[in-house]
DNA sequence: TAGATTGTTAATCGATTAACAATC
DNA sequence: TAGATTGTTAATCGATTAACAATC
């Protein structure tokens, strides 16, 4: 369990999950798991769960699994999620509010921080409880306010100016709702969400009946 | 190229993407473009291209590159996205809003045909363009309608009940907003959508200062 | 023709799974 | 103690990349 190796992306990309299960174990008052009936829950082998957790340290007991409590703890502290981050949204629209309204950013972690919009008539009202301000302003209040993370929710053709603002104004990740990629400078991670694609990569096996 | 062999799902995966880019040169009017070209703009080794398409076929001129228009069509076809799939949505909430006003969603070969919640205010009334239904109504109309798409926007706690209720009623493509992982049978598909999953994979990284 | 770029094969790389000694 | 389950190593599987003959 050497903490020196650095964890393929693909092992960090499934903590999250793993935390999101035990969560739900700990609300159902369950004290223990084992990576059998972890893995059973998400579909996800249980040597793959062992192998995935070996890569941070050594969190179960033999014969007897994991303590629920103890390994969300270390897996939310892993993701440094224990602490809050504070996040910019980017674009006020139908979209943004929705994210900005969505409960689930509320949780675990995160937290919005600023909200920004080019629209003028959005400039200045509050969307749930921020208030939004200019696009204009991005780069200054980000810069102060030290904020290290964005979601980008304006439209595709704005999207990379967006991106090169936050980044140069010290936003290291991104998560982008436009359809497009974007290209950053290494040390900067950016992650999209692409609903359209996804239902396109399911289309292709109902097409053919499977 | 033997057409039979069957693409990995990672390969079915990045076929939209590919589209997705066609889409914007044919936009921009380039007419041709080399995997190198192509690959360039997306983050991915034209190697990769190269092959992932010689899953499905022979699309390109030796010396020349692609022909964007004709590659477009071929992996539209492919896709199943020379037809439109209707696609019902369950939970009309701020985020079941969002989703039908994106107008994302009225491109590329998919529509939703119909809204559903369990919520009796809403009921009856229109969410954008569509009536929505109450979710008692879920089997009938999917069945009468032949839908085979559906995207899951309810709470948690009810995403299990409501995905069982539309795979037995023919649905077979899930694609979920519900933080939960769902137990499908085989030969129905399930995608997830999971911006705060993916938020919490990146702090990983920026709380390790990279 | 010379230069460019494809489609494909083989080599490499990386991720998942199986197996089991250690041990609770 | 006997049974269960971990953490880890080695084997397997699958995906990506490199290389190049074919050819536009």
Known sequence: MSRAVMPPDVVVRRLPLYARSLRYLLHEGVLSVSSQELGDRINVTAAQIRKDLSYFGEFGKQGIGYDVERLLEQIDQILGLDRSWAVALIGAGQ??????????????????????????????????TIVVQHSDSIAQTISARGIEMAIIAVPADRAQGVADVLINAGVRALLSYAPTVLQVPAGVWVRYIDPLSVLHSMTFYLARGE
């Not at 950013?105 to 995160?110: E, H, S």
């Not at 919009?117 to 400039?123: E, F, L």
């Open 95 to 128: 979209l943004g509010e929705a994210i900005v309204r969505y409960e689930g950013f509320r949780a675990q972690g995160i937290h919005i921080a600023a909200v920004f919009d080019a629209n003028p008539d959005k400039v200045g009202k509050p969307l749930g």
